[in-house]
């Protein structure tokens, strides 16, 4: 399962069990053994990945020093691990190496297609004075068979509309588009009402609403607000309590307790619950938080302003090694694009005519693993998401089935 995406990408991969028992008299060496003398015979050829944990990995670098005629790259699901005498190959450190034919893949360079359904969606800019505007281009996503609508959330800001507001008027005016806080302010939303407003909308919308949750920013203008001022560590450690406090507050629990240090719960009844689950999508940057999406997170928000194509394949590493140290499946996580530009524009990144935007969103599938685009149009919002629903998105989808059809059988 952790290594499907790979597989579809024409990797060869045999796993290690993660935490592997050692009988009592067995040392690492015996079972490395076993493992050889099973694979060899099973599989009749070089294995070109292995992975494990830190016992896994010990495995596989003793595989790989004592029998480097079947076993070539090792995959361990921890940032680094340096090696024993024992196993041969002293001061060997670890990180996600993965090979495909002869060509070495490393952190920082192309990602896999997880092969997870494309999506489109638009973000509109939540302005009072353009509401009209607002209206309409949800009116357009609804209509023209894009995904979502992602409205970003910043109570502070004067000319804004109340994001949860527009949300329920959206939703209200819309048949079958989703709708999602691109993303909720946590600091100023508390945790627990913030889920009982999500399940209220999606119970009201029949399954249309999905959580986009971020650790906050502008602490001025929060603390401005009356929120709290909080540090970089003590905004990613509330952004770790809140995701536990939404959870609880959409289970089926007849009362739920829960003691952080910046939120409780003391025997809350929840309810009502969600239609459908709920995906918590963190729109995060760091190392912590995207820990943090690989561990719990049911998707992952960045924005192309800030996390730049040049910087996708190391985040989309931190967030793999935590999903699969955490015994989850990397693909089972959303990637969702925030992609700002103009359809014929200057012909910069998004900036282009259609035939570039196919190719680079195509590419941002294919090669950088994202899924789901949410296109904010730089200027003329109406007819350029008109342009982007019937010209662009249609067309990668055809790309991207396409290079995914021609690829070798996992």
Request: glycine fraction near 16%.
């Given at each position: 399962r952790v290594l499907r995406p790979f597989v579809r990408e024409g990797y060869t991969a045999w796993v290690l069990g993660l935490k592997p028992n050692l009988p009592e008299g067995c040392t690492i060496a015996d079972m490395a053994e076993d493992y050889a003398r099973l694979i060899v015979e099973e599989l009749?050829?070089?294995?070109?990945?292995?992975?494990?944990?830190?016992?896994?990995?010990?495995?596989?670098?003793?595989?790989?020093?004592?029998?480097?005629?079947?076993?070539g790259h090792i995959v361990i699901a921890v940032a680094a691990y340096t090696m024993t005498e024992e196993a041969g190959a002293a001061n060997l450190e670890g990180s996600l190496v993965l090979v495909r034919g002869t060509q070495p893949f490393?952190?920082?360079?192309?990602?896999?297609d997880y092969g997870r359904p494309l999506r489109f969606g638009v973000f509109p800019t939540p302005e009072a004075g353009a509401l009209d505007e607002v209206l309409a281009l949800a009116r357009v996503a609804d209509q023209e068979n894009l995904e979502y609508v992602g409205i970003q959330d910043h109570p502070y800001q004067r000319r804004f509309l109340d994001t949860w507001m527009l949300m329920a008027t959206v939703l209200a005016k819309t048949e079958r588009v989703s709708v999602f806080p691109d993303v909720a302010n946590l600091p100023l939303r508390p945790p627990a009402v913030m889920a009982k407003a999500a399940a209220s909308l999606d119970v009201l919308s029949e399954g249309r609403f999905e959580l986009?949750?971020?650790?906050?920013?502008?602490?001025?203008?929060?603390?401005?607000?009356?929120?709290?001022?909080?540090?970089?560590?003590?905004?990613?450690?509330?952004?770790?309590?809140?995701?536990?406090?939404?959870?609880?507050?959409?289970?089926?629990?007849?009362?739920v307790r829960f003691d952080g240090r910046y939120y409780r719960l003391a025997g809350v009844k929840p309810g009502p619950p969600p239609v459908h689950p709920i995906g918590i999508w963190l729109g995060v940057g760091g190392r912590r938080t995207l820990a943090l999406v690989g561990r719990t997170a049911d998707g992952w928000v960045p924005s192309s302003g800030w996390a730049t194509p040049d910087k996708l394949p190391a985040m989309h590493a931190r967030i793999d090694e935590a999903a699969v140290a955490a015994g989850r499946d990397p693909a089972v996580i959303a990637r969702v694009y925030n992609v700002w530009g103009r359809i014929d524009g200057t012909g910069g990144f998004l900036q282009g005519g259609v035939a570039q935007w196919v190719d680079e969103l195509t590419e941002l599938a294919v090669e950088h693993g994202m899924d789901t685009f949410v296109f904010g149009p730089a200027e003329d919002p109406v007819p350029?998401?008109?342009r982007f629903a019937a010209e662009v998105a249609p067309a990668v989808r055809e790309a991207v089935t396409r290079h995914r059809g021609s690829q070798p059988p996992g």
């Open positions: 009749n050829g070089k294995v070109e990945v292995v992975i494990g944990d830190s016992t896994g990995g010990t495995i596989g670098f003793y595989l790989a020093a004592r029998h480097p005629d079947v076993f490393t952190p920082g360079g192309q990602m896999p986009g949750l971020g650790a906050g920013a502008f602490w001025e203008a929060v603390d401005a607000m009356g929120g709290p001022r909080r540090s970089p560590g003590e905004a990613v450690d509330a952004l770790v309590e809140a995701v536990e406090v939404i959870r609880l507050m959409w289970s089926d629990q007849r009362s350029q998401l008109r």
